[in-house]
């Protein structure tokens, strides 16, 4: 189409310049805080002079700037480009008739240059990575039991609502001087049923460490279980400095016979009361089933949890590992190795994400199991994977019970010796050092 075609001499800088001017100069763009998968953040002045921030819809995958307008990068985003536009304005508009005190207040939703924007507030503070990283020193155990607090409550209140955030990181929580939470970075957020468009759900924003491994596949179902694995991913961040492991590569591992590479953090010493570590580990778990199911669970769990730190436990033994391992290979028998889904990793300064850019480019027209395989139901195969790797683990935990039990009967004129010679043995060096 001759109005799809850009050229080379009109394209400009993605960002808006200082000083451009929306809706009818209510808003003075500033500055660019940040160009994201879905968008431009700035820095604005309102009409009042008061500081708020503006988020642009520039899917840059699929869309640039011309003439002042954005546009889509060729004909055939053109649908892709319009249909994340009115995604966003209808997500802008549901986020806008959020009222909570933790949670980023949206004043305006407007289109222009052929885009579509939202006006918010400006929250004063710095991203808790960034807080991690400049002034480690603000995070102590108390002031974060006190944020997973308020970030659940936050949760619970969109949860009630049946919004799902989707985007959970440590990135977008900012903390202000007073320790006051805020949620930002609605972009990627979406209904509860995540299916209704194909060609948006093949831009799905997936963010290394704290995305659930639904959030890889497009068109599968996502819970508030799947919001709540993000939570965990950034409360496990802030506890131990670092991302847990990669989602899909825990599911990798089970599935390829390997143990899980997630360490849970109730087996170490990290200066928490155990309740409270284990309700992460929990949040974190690979299955959507085995996770805490609601923000208010989660809550109960915390309310429950003694507050002293108990004695760790030493870590389950190798054998349980290798017994699931087993059974988790002969579920797997038939299937073969492939192809990961390819996927582009855009360079910013928070942890790596990454964006599948388009569903005919980066993902495969069907989605495929972790080998390869075309599956041809995503939801159905979700659910038996879901149920053959409980039934598994449900097994490996009886053979090691029953052989723990076995082994005791055998081994009770030895245990007394065992047990002086453990007075001896060296105590397991704690995992890091307590905050
Ligand atoms: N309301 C706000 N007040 C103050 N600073 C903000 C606000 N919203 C965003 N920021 C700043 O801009 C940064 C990026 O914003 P945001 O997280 O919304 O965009 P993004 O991660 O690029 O989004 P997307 O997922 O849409 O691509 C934040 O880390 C924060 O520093
Ligand atoms: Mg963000």
Redesign the pocket.
Known sequence: MQQNLILEDDIQNDELQPGTSLLHGQYLIEEN?????????Y?ALDSLERQ??I?ECFPGAVCCRAGGKVQARSADRAGQFSSIKRHFLREARRLAKLNHPNI?GVHQVFEENNSAYMA????????L??VLEDHPERLTPRVIRKLLRTALESVSYLHGLGILHR?ISP??F?LDRQGNL?L?????AREHAGKENRALSALL?VKDGYSPHEFYLADVTQYASSDLYSLGATFYHLVTGDAPPQSQERLAAIAANNPDPYHPLALGDWGYDRGFLEAIDKALAVLQEDRIQSAEAWLEMLDAAPVAAPEPEPELGTDLNRVISRLVQDTNVDLQPGKPTAVETRK?H?PS?QLARSAQEERPSHPVDIFGNPISDVDAWQKEQDRALKAARKAAQAAQAAREKEETEQAAPRSVIAKFMGRFAPRRASAATAH
Do not use: C, M, P, Q
């Open positions: 805080l940040v160009s994201g998968g879905f968008g431009i953040t820095l708020v921030v988020k980023v918010l507030d400006y929250v004063e503070g710095d991203d990575l960034t985007d990135d977008n900012l805020t930002i970075d609605f972009g990627a924003a910013r928070v994400r």
